[in-house]
């Protein structure tokens, strides 16, 4: 555009070889990026089978980041499920040992959340259950709260999830959990873990009662219907969890 002439707002059409390049080389970044996803799957799964496990552990660590930060993406996160990704999941979470909890948690958070194709084959496959294991298990922070949030985008706006999570005592088994983070001389070792809890059941609550009078912005289901009758709230404050019981009917 010369100096002083005019601006225009009007936008010309992009040409058609062009367009065409961009979309090839859209289309080519992410074939090369699902490559790179396969390849750490394929290290992963390597490793984690290896007589040699603390001595390729590094390795292994910084292949779950790096799929880690590509699934951040949800193109890329639905293509890792069908790249192998599931069968990844499932030797993480058999693992005898915790090391790598918390990246897999927050590798399956990323899986699924927003996703429910995701969170109803996740639920299929036991994932909610295992989680929920090690989760009563755990006693390290870092581990509990990665475990956390895969359970949190496993269950959180999806009513097949929901449902599961309550016949599977999902709530019940929390409380559990924070009978023992929430002690007087445990608060500061858990606090951002009991803050991440109590948002969790408190969003989770929200997303219950919205569904129960028909909010209009919230999709319908009958996750709440075993929960009748009962009562269960929580609010966070200060990191601990407070309860505000109310009944359900």
């Known amino acids: 555009m010369e ?12 040409d058609p070889q062009r367009a065409k390049w961009l979309r090839e080389a859209l289309e ?29 552990m590094e390795d292994t660590a ?23 990704g599931l069968e990844l999941l499932k030797a993480l979470f058999n693992l005898p040992t915790n090391v790598f909890s918390a990246q897999t948690g927050m590798l399956l958070s990323n899986i699924v959340q927003n996703h429910e194709e995701a969170q ?3 639920i299929n496959e036991g994932f909610l259950e295992i989680s ?15 475990l956390l949030s895969g359970i949190s985008s496993l269950v959180r706006s999806c009513a097949f999830s929901q449902k599961h999570f309550i016949q599977k005592k999902g709530f019940e088994s929390l ?12 608060q500061n070792k858990y606090e951002r873990f009991n803050e991440k809890t109590s948002f969790f059941i408190f969003c989770l609550c929200q997303e219950l009662f919205d569904e129960q009078l028909g909010h209009p912005n919230t999709p319908k289901n009958t996750a709440l219907k075993p929960l009748r009758r009962k009562r269960i709230c929580a609010i966070p404050k200060s990191g ?3 309860l505000v019981w109310i009944t359900l009917s």
Do not use: Y
């Open 240 to 242: 601990v969890l407070s």
């Open 132 to 146: 929920m294991q090690l989760l009563l298990k755990e006693r390290d922070p870092t581990n509990m709260s990665g």
């Open 62 to 84: 910084s292949a779950l980041d790096d799929l880690i930060d590509f699934t951040e993406d949800m193109n890329l996160a639905d293509i890792f499920l069908k790249i192998g």
């Open 3 to 14: 100096a002083g002439s005019e601006f225009s707002s009007e936008m010309e059409p992009m």
């Open 120 to 122: 109803k084959v996740a």
């Open 28 to 56: 080519s970044m992410t074939v090369d990026l699902a490559s790179e996803m396969r390849k750490r799957i394929v290290t992963i799964i390597q490793n984690i089978s290896s007589s040699d496990f603390d001595g390729v």
């Open 175 to 186: 409380f559990v959990v924070l009978e023992t983070t929430c002690q007087p001389n445990e």
